[in-house]
């Protein structure tokens, strides 16, 4: 089982329960009941409650989630297991089956459910309340964090179509049709109207469980004559039965494909990249990253998530430092999948020629701006998601320098945020709003949004609008779309003009002026 933000929130707070002079737990959104204070107490000293109280699973799942900490180092009291889990179960807990005619029980498949949070809107002030994860957390330079709220424009949203499972990706066709991949291995051409026409051809992914699936979608440069599109995805690596539980392995690799909208169908399918190496589906479900876009010249950037697991936890997982490995890694490449000209490694020993730059863990958002430069928003792990400038060849720093801490609620390395030769992202936040989805605005129908810099959050539900100074410094922050209570999955410039957003459930939803 994978460790999301709130289980393992949960665990640090068992971990950290003969901390002293924690605060008060009045107010903190846990029931009454035995053990209250136990972690109540714990909660109000190191996290938003809410993390724990979004949460709903049944006692095997909190069972599973405070062993889960314990086998990472945790001291808990053998006496207090059991009150721990059955408190949590009892008051934040899933039935185990459905109810007939009732709610079916949640999936590990599913999307994560949290409390909702509340943004600060004062004009000059920041839009985060929470106390930061890292506690001892301050920014290497002026305006790296929290900038300030500026209120700008209404807008109204049209729900195009609420029938999608788990969408991913979006892209615009030609005419009123857009492409949108659902992470469980569909690709679909849906339209203005809210019709959906699934495709044929669309290979085999693996998606259980994790974060993997079929993931981001480009269209080629060329399109309108070639029709060609790429698309991550996971790919099955050997056998995946009767392996055992840890033996069935999968890779993030790129395919590329005719599209035959009248038949709706893909033809010509072929895998141009296979990232290295594959690895168990079980213990790396996580981090994929996974997104794809065109510089230039031609040449697809795609970022490959670390795939960290929290499960094997001590020691730390260092592949993003690493270049005999793609995870962690930008890499860049032609669209025939061979290392693009210019790659910064190409010949040096060891070192895989396809990747441009290293150091990053979770990058599910990549952006050019109208200069050319490459703009990513990764996650951190409990804190410390980044934005970041891409160049060639640099280093970006995981896991040698974070503004979060791990998920048991470690330091990671001697919670160091700055290192010589590696890259300060150019705007963090602490806590986490999971980034997923990253565009910039230049079209007309939102004056006051041009420029903008549109990021979609996966935790706090909002779409969150950042305005970047001259020197690159976040000057200005907008939530925007909290009214959907959703976690935004990407974010897209229709060619009116409008935005365009896929929520992690099943919507996709137009913005446009009100």
């Not at 049209?158 to 992470?183: A, C, E, H, N, Y």
């Not at 993997?212 to 440069?221: E, F, I, M, N, R």
Request: charged share 20%; glycine share 10%.
């Amino acid at each position: 089982m994978a460790i999301t933000h709130a289980s393992s929130f949960l665990l640090a707070t068992v971990a950290v329960l003969g901390m002293t002079g924690v605060a008060q737990a009045q107010g903190a959104g846990f029931p009454p009941g035995p053990e209250h204070d136990l972690v109540a107490k714990a909660c109000t000293s190191c996290h938003d409650s809410s993390m724990v109280t979004g949460q709903r699973k049944n006692m095997s799942g909190w069972s599973d989630t405070v062993q889960q900490m314990i086998s990472n180092g945790a001291q808990v009291p053998p006496a207090e297991f059991d009150k721990v889990v059955a408190y949590l179960a009892k008051n934040f807990g899933a039935p185990q089956t459905a109810v007939p005619g009732g709610t079916p029980a949640r999936s590990k498949n599913d999307p994560p459910v949290y409390a909702p949070l509340t943004w600060q809107r004062i004009e000059g002030k920041p839009i985060e309340l929470r106390w930061p994860e890292k506690q001892d957390d301050a920014p290497d330079f002026p305006g790296q964090t929290r900038a300030p709220y500026h209120a700008t424009v209404p807008y109204k949203t049209t729900v195009i179509t609420d029938k999608l499972v788990r969408p991913w990706s979006l892209q615009f066709l030609s005419g009123d049709r857009m492409l949108v991949t659902q992470r469980m291995g569909q690709m679909l051409i849906v339209d203005q109207n809210g019709s959906i026409t699934p495709l044929s051809g669309v290979p085999e992914v693996i998606w259980e469980g994790g974060q993997g699936g079929l993931l981001d979608v480009a269209l080629d440069p060329n399109f309108k004559s070639n029709h060609r599109i790429f698309f991550a995805y996971n790919e099955p690596a050997g056998p995946q039965k009767s392996v055992g539980r840890d033996g069935a392995q999968s890779r993030i690799v790129v395919g590329r494909a005719t599209l035959n909208e009248a038949a709706a169908a893909l033809n010509d399918l072929k895998v141009i990249f296979r990232s290295r190496p594959a690895i168990s589906v079980n213990l790396y479900p996580t981090k994929q990253g996974s997104r794809i876009v065109f510089d230039r010249e031609g040449n697809m950037l795609v970022s490959i998530g670390d795939r960290d697991s929290t499960k094997l936890q001590p020691p730390a997982w260092n592949v993003s430092q690493e270049l005999s490995t793609h995870l962690g890694k930008i890499i860049r490449i032609t669209q025939d999948g061979a290392p693009a000209p210019g790659n910064p490694f190409i010949g040096v020993p060891d070192a895989l020629p396809e990747i441009w730059a290293i150091g990053v863990r979770s990058q599910e958002g990549l952006a050019f701006d109208k200069d050319g430069r490459l703009w990513e928003v990764e996650d951190g792990p409990r804190g410390g998601d980044e934005l970041n400038i891409i160049e060639k060849s640099k280093n970006y720093g995981w896991p040698i320098v974070t503004h979060g801490i791990d998920y048991p609620g470690w330091v990671v390395n001697m919670g160091a945020t700055h290192h010589s030769g590696m890259e300060d992202p150019r705007y963090y936040w602490d806590p986490t709003i999971a980034p997923s989805g990253l565009t910039f605005y230049y079209a007309d129908l939102f004056p006051a949004w041009k420029g903008s810099l549109f990021v979609g959050g996966l935790h706090g539900g909002l779409l969150d609008r950042l305005k970047i100074s001259s020197d690159d410094k976040v000057i200005e922050e907008e939530p925007l779309l909290t009214e959907l209570n959703s976690r935004i999955r990407d974010v897209r410039v229709g060619p009116e003009g409008a935005l365009y957003v896929l929520t992690d459930t099943n919507s996709l939803v137009k913005v446009t002026p009100k």
